[in-house]
C-alpha cells in the first residue's frame, strides 16, 4: 500500500470503511469547523451478501451478509463524496463521505496528514502486532534426522 | 387446524416482564455489556454470526445478551433483523489466499512455506479447570516474534504441481442463493456450501463424525485450516470500481481426501471445503467434511445410502432456526386438533367396546 | 458518474417509499383507479409516477429492462444509484420500463412457472393520458365494471388467458399510476 502522501481514492475509501469508530471519529472531530452538504442519500444501514470460493479458487458461493452503512453528499463547491463503511454507524459514514468530498478539495493536502496518516499507521500498527502474536505460536520443529540440511 | 382464541394478554405481558428480571439476574451482580460479551465471550458470537448469516460482532453479542446465552435463540433474534435490512449488492468473493492468518495449521505436511502457526487455540491444553480465572484476572502477557511479510500459500497448491489433487478452476457464474430463492432439489455445491456455512454447529458435527465412522467414510485429512483476517470488496457503481468495504476473520478448512478413482475421475486426492465466518474451528471441518461426503454423484462414487450424502436430507434437516421454529411450535396451542383426536380415540373405543356384546347378543 | 444521476432519490426513503407502495398497491388490487405518486425524479423522459414505482419496487434481486427512448446513459446512471438494480434484457427482467410500442411484443417477458407464477416481469408502460374511461374492466377488485384509457390490441386479453401465469401492467403518466394485475379481464 503506497503512504499516505499517495494514497488514491480507492485507497482512502478502502482505509476509511475499515477503520475503528474510536479511531477515525475523534481525528475526524479534530479538524473544527465543516462545510455544508446537501444529501444526494441520507446515511442507510444494509447489508452487503459476502462470498467465498469454493475450494478457496473455485466458483463464487454466498457465505453469509455483513452489516454496511453508506451515504453520499455534495459539497457547495460541486465535490461528491461517498461513505461506506463496516457496521451500522451512520456518524461513520457522514464523516467517510464528508472526507472523501473535501479529498477533491484543497483540503487534501491536511486530509491526508491529519486523518489518513494515523489511521493507516493504526491499521498497520494491529496487524503487525496480531502477526507478531501468530509469529510467536509457529512450531519450531526438533527431528532426530532432518534430510541433507 | 388453527382457530383465533382471545384473552392471555395479561398473562403474556407479565411473562415477559419476570423474563426480563431473569434476564438480569441477581442485582447485586453488575451487569454484561455489549462490550463486555463481544471480547470475552468471542467464540459465542462468531456462532452467532455464522448461523446467523450476518457478520457483525456488536449485533451477535446484544442477541446473546437479550437471549439469556441461549444461542439459538440470538440466531434466531439475529436471522430476524437480517430480514429487515435492505441489501446494497454482492461483495467480490474474498481472497483466503491473501488471508492475514492468526492460525495456519496442517496435518497433511509438517515443514509447509510458512510453517505450522497454531494461533490463540485450545488445542494443546489439559482441559483442567483453571481456577485462576474465578478470581480478578491481570492481563495475560503474550510473547512477540518478528514476523515474515505477505500471505502464505494453500496447501493444496503443492499437490496441484504434482497433478495428484482436484483443482477448483476459477469462475465467475453468480450464485444462488437460499435466502432469496426457495430450495430445490438437486441443489448445486454453491447452494450447499451456503447451507453448510450457516447450518447448526450440532448438527453439521453430527453428520462429519458419521462420516469418520462409516457412514460414507471419505478417509479426510485437514490439508490446511486457517483462521484470520480477510478485506471484503464490492464493486461500487457511483464510484465505478471496487473498494473494501470491511475485514472479517474467517475459518477456511480444505480436507484432503483418499479417491480410488471412479468411472469419471483417475485416481487421486479430492477435496472438501469449509468456509465459516469468526474463529469457527469445529464448524469448518465439519463442513468439509460433509461437503465431501455430499459431493459423491459428481465424482462418480457409490450412494452408500448414508445420511451424509443425502443432500435433501442434510440442507433441509440442518437450519437450526427452521428446525426449532417447526418443533416449538407444537407447545402452543392446538386445543382443536387435539379435541378431534379425543373425539376420535372414543369413538373408536366405543365401537371396540360395543362390538363383543353385540356378538354375544346375537 | 455525472452528479446528476446522484440526485432525484427519495428524501426520506423509509416513509416515502412505504407511502408509494401502498398507493402502487392500491392501484393494483382496484384496476382502473387512477391514484397519485410523487417524490422521485429521474432523468427524462421518465415520469414522476414512474421514478417513485422504480425507486419503491426494484433493489438489487430485480433485474430492470429500459426500453426504447428510456435506455439512456443518465437513466443507467441513476438507476444503479438509487435503486442498485441490474440493468438487463426483456427475457430476464422483473421489471420493464417504455412506452407501449417499445415494449411490445410482449412474447419476450417472463410469463412465470405454474409452480413459480411470481416469476413474472411487470411492466412499467409510460402514457401520454391516464383516465378512468376507455376500455372496460371486470375481474377481482372491480365491483361491477371499471373503465381505464388503455392502449388498442389483443395483448391484455391473451395475457389474462395465462393466469395465473401472465404479466402486470403499471400505467404511468405525470404522477399519475394506474395498474392492470393479470387477473383483470379487459372487454
Known amino acids: 500500500m503506497p503512504d499516505a502522501a499517495h494514497i488514491d481514492r480507492r485507497g482512502w475509501l478502502s482505509l476509511l470503511a475499515k477503520a475503528p469508530d474510536a479511531e477515525f471519529l475523534p481525528l475526524f472531530d479534530a479538524l473544527g469547523t465543516l462545510p455544508d452538504f446537501d444529501w444526494l442519500r441520507a446515511p442507510e444501514v444494509g447489508s452487503v451478501m459476502v462470498q467465498g470460493r469454493m475450494g478457496a479458487t473455485g466458483a463464487p458461493f454466498n457465505l453469509g451478509e455483513m452489516t454496511v452503512t453508506r451515504c453520499s453528499l455534495q459539497l457547495p463547491g460541486g465535490q461528491v463524496g461517498h461513505g461506506y463503511v463496516q457496521g451500522r454507524s451512520k456518524p461513520a459514514a457522514k464523516a467517510v463521505a464528508l472526507v472523501d468530498a473535501l479529498m477533491q478539495t484543497d483540503a487534501a493536502a491536511r486530509l491526508r496528514a491529519d486523518i489518513l496518516a494515523p489511521l493507516m499507521a493504526g491499521a498497520a500498527g494491529r496487524a503487525e502486532t496480531r502477526a507478531r502474536k501468530a509469529a510467536a505460536t509457529k512450531v519450531e520443529f526438533f527431528t532426530m534426522a532432518r534430510g541433507e540440511d | ?362 | 458518474m455525472q452528479s446528476a444521476a446522484l440526485k432525484g432519490g427519495f428524501e426520506t426513503p423509509a416513509v416515502q417509499s412505504a407511502v408509494a407502495f401502498r398507493e402502487i398497491m392500491t392501484a393494483m388490487a382496484r384496476p382502473g383507479h387512477v391514484s397519485h405518486v410523487t417524490g422521485g425524479e429521474a432523468p427524462a423522459p421518465v415520469s414522476a409516477a414512474a421514478a417513485a414505482v422504480i425507486l419503491t419496487l426494484c433493489d438489487a434481486d430485480t433485474g430492470l429492462y429500459l426500453a426504447g427512448a428510456y435506455d439512456t446513459e443518465a437513466m443507467r446512471a441513476w438507476v444503479r444509484f438509487h435503486t442498485s438494480a441490474p440493468l438487463c434484457g426483456p427475457e430476464a427482467c422483473s421489471f420493464a420500463l417504455g412506452t407501449w410500442d417499445d415494449l411490445r411484443p410482449l412474447g419476450r417477458f417472463p410469463l412465470g412457472s405454474a409452480a413459480y407464477p411470481d416469476r413474472s416481469a411487470t411492466l412499467i408502460v409510460e402514457v401520454a393520458h391516464l383516465q378512468p374511461q376507455g376500455r372496460t374492466l371486470t375481474g377481482p377488485g372491480i365491483q361491477d365494471r371499471a373503465e381505464l384509457s388503455l392502449p388498442a390490441g389483443p395483448e391484455f386479453a391473451d395475457n389474462h388467458a395465462l393466469f395465473p401465469r401472465g404479466l402486470d401492467f403499471i400505467f404511468t403518466c405525470g404522477a399519475q399510476l394506474a395498474a392492470l394485475p393479470r387477473s383483470t379481464r379487459v372487454l
Open chain 2, 1 to 362: 387446524m388453527y382457530v383465533a382464541v382471545k384473552g392471555g394478554e395479561r398473562a403474556i405481558d407479565n411473562a415477559h416482564a419476570w423474563l426480563a428480571e431473569e434476564r438480569r439476574g441477581d442485582q447485586d451482580v453488575a451487569e454484561l455489556s455489549i462490550a463486555q460479551i463481544r471480547e470475552q465471550l468471542s467464540l459465542a458470537v462468531n456462532r452467532v454470526m455464522a448461523e446467523g448469516s450476518l457478520y457483525d460482532p456488536d449485533l451477535a453479542a446484544l442477541a446473546i445478551k437479550q437471549a439469556r446465552g441461549d444461542l439459538i435463540e440470538a440466531i434466531f433474534l439475529i436471522r430476524a433483523y437480517r430480514t429487515t435490512l435492505p441489501r446494497f449488492g454482492s461483495s467480490k468473493p474474498v481472497e483466503t489466499g491473501a488471508m492475514r492468518c492468526e492460525r495456519r495449521i496442517s496435518a497433511t505436511f509438517k515443514d509447509l512455506p510458512g510453517g505450522q502457526v497454531l494461533g490463540p487455540t485450545f488445542d494443546y491444553t489439559h482441559r483442567l479447570l483453571d481456577f485462576k480465572l474465578a478470581a480478578e484476572g491481570v492481563a495475560p502477557e503474550v510473547p512477540e516474534r518478528p514476523a515474515a511479510e505477505g500471505p502464505v500459500p494453500h496447501v493444496a497448491e503443492f499437490l496441484n504441481r504434482e497433478g495428484l489433487i482436484e483443482t477448483a478452476p476459477a469462475e465467475d457464474t453468480p450464485p444462488p442463493d437460499l435466502t432469496r430463492a426457495p430450495l430445490e432439489f438437486p441443489a448445486e455445491r454453491a447452494l450447499r456450501l451456503q447451507a453448510l456455512t450457516r447450518a447448526d454447529e450440532g448438527f453439521s458435527l453430527g453428520l462429519a463424525y458419521s462420516t469418520q465412522r462409516g457412514y460414507a467414510r471419505n478417509h479426510a485429512f485437514v490439508g490446511e485450516l486457517r483462521i484470520g483476517q480477510v478485506d471484503v470488496a464490492m464493486e461500487v457503481p457511483e464510484l465505478g470500481f471496487a473498494i473494501d468495504i470491511g475485514e472479517i476473520t474467517l475459518t477456511e478448512c480444505e480436507t484432503v481426501n483418499q479417491f480410488k478413482g471412479s468411472r469419471t475421475e483417475p485416481p487421486q486426492f479430492t477435496r472438501g471445503y469449509g468456509l465459516v465466518f469468526g474463529q469457527s474451528e469445529r464448524k469448518s471441518i465439519s463442513m468439509a467434511l460433509v461437503d465431501r461426503a455430499l459431493r459423491w454423484e459428481e465424482l462418480g462414487e457409490d450412494n452408500v445410502g448414508a445420511p451424509a450424502q443425502d443432500t435433501e436430507f442434510v440442507l433441509a434437516h440442518g437450519d437450526n432456526i427452521q428446525a426449532t421454529g417447526f418443533l416449538e411450535h407444537i407447545k402452543l396451542p392446538h386445543y382443536v386438533d387435539f379435541q378431534s383426536e379425543l373425539e376420535l380415540v372414543r369413538k373408536l373405543r366405543r365401537e371396540a367396546g360395543a362390538a363383543p356384546m353385540q356378538e354375544a347378543a346375537e
